[in-house]
């Protein structure tokens, strides 16, 4: 038996339109009630004398679309996050890119608030996708399906390109410098707190071999910074020095920008431990402790990136407050490898323990102080 099912045109919106319906957020709006101090689903019945209606929108999750508006009515208002923004044109659309709106709000839920007219049905909002020009009509089955083109993921891409970049320049380090490798990425020679001798990887810290390895972890802790970028957290005003936009190649241009910076400052710290090694007379363990800051940032953030990189695959709500998450294994993180450099320390020389809490305190902790001041 031959069955032809019935075909509909997906839906076009918007001025001309242009484009392609998305989501229609006819049924979501919602009002303020002054009793409950909250947010609540409209219902007609209820409040049909309200001139503000509200919807909140996921911005994080629609980028690449586009939120139509549009009034039937004069005076009229479009309210974003509670600032005005905008008066509604009577019969003209208001077309806002997700994208702009998501690089300008750093979060990624806003609420839309259209205020004027009493009336629901002369106010509209939605969202859109807009249609090339030569792109043919979309056809679907009558099933209820609503046409939904792929949303662009250049982070996706961007973070599968470089997770596989470091996982190459992982397997060079872990062949060329197989000794080295074994000592970096070793949990227990980390906590090992008595050091007999100084090995060639402590006498030249900044060495060829040293340098890779300083690299590898450049490199680890820029993906950490784009990770937190992709999910709208900027840390050290980064959208000052970085290039604005998503694609691809921004992406990786703004990446090899952050390694650089950060190689630089692992660098500097080196000379600044030796600085401060010497005003505390100290000059012998400067090595030593530039080691095993190398060695302990290494695995904790490369366990770190690890752990992130899961959650980037979405199994993770988009509003999961990853700032409140990090903050506490990173300070954790910071006063054990405060305490394992004290304990390295005092166990390799005779030296008394004011000096040493001193000088740890400069190098150490005044430095995490300030970095958590501008990241914040």
Not at 20 to 41: C, E, G, S, T
Not at 214 to 231: C, R, V, W
Not at 278 to 304: G, M
Not at 356 to 373: A, D, Q
Request: hydrophobic share 50%; net charge positive; proline share 4%.
């Amino acid at each position: 038996m031959l069955i032809i099912s019935s075909k509909s045109f997906a839906t076009t919106v918007g001025p001309n339109d242009q484009y392609f319906l998305v989501h229609d957020y006819h049924d979501d709006w919602q009002v303020y009630n002054d009793r409950m101090k909250a947010y609540i689903p409209y219902i007609s019945e209820q409040h049909l004398g309200y001139p503000s209606h509200t919807v909140f929108c996921d911005i994080q999750s629609n980028r690449g679309y586009s939120i139509l508006v549009y009034a039937q009515k004069a005076d009229n208002f479009l309210f974003i996050n509670g600032s005005l923004r905008q008066k509604i044109p009577v019969g003209k659309w208001i077309v806002l890119s997700v994208d702009s709106l998501y690089r300008a709000y750093e979060q990624p839920t806003i609420y839309i608030t259209l205020y004027g007219s009493n009336d629901i049905d002369d106010k509209k909002l939605m969202l859109g996708y807009k249609r090339s020009l030569n792109q043919k009509p979309i056809v679907l089955a009558e099933s209820g399906i609503t046409a939904k083109p792929r949303t662009p993921a250049p982070y996706r891409n961007y973070i599968v390109l470089v997770s596989m970049f470091i996982l190459v320049f992982f397997s060079y380090l872990s062949n060329s410098y197989i000794r080295a490798f074994q000592r970096y990425f070793n949990f227990k020679d980390l906590f090992n707190t008595f050091v007999r001798e100084q090995s060639f990887l402590i006498n030249k810290p900044l060495n060829r071999m040293n340098v890779m390895f300083i690299i590898l972890l450049s490199l680890i802790i820029s993906l950490f910074y784009m990770l937190l970028q992709s999910k709208g957290i900027h840390v050290f005003g980064g959208r000052a020095i970085l290039q604005e936009g998503d694609t691809l190649g921004v992406l990786l241009s703004n990446y090899f920008r952050i390694s650089l910076a950060v190689f630089v400052i692992l660098v500097m710290k080196y000379f600044f431990i030796g600085l401060v090694g010497q005003l505390f007379n100290l000059e012998k363990v400067v090595d030593l402790h530039y080691f095993k800051i190398i060695q302990a940032s290494s695995l904790f953030y490369s366990a770190l990136v690890i752990v992130l990189l899961v959650l980037f695959m979405d199994y993770f709500p988009h509003d999961f407050n990853w700032q409140v998450y990090l903050f506490t294994p990173i300070v954790v993180f910071y006063l054990i490898r405060f305490f394992i450099l004290y304990f390295t320390i005092i166990r390799s020389i005779p030296i008394q323990s004011l000096y040493l809490i001193s000088y740890l305190c400069i190098v150490e902790i005044l430095p995490v102080i300030l970095g958590i001041r501008f990241a914040m």
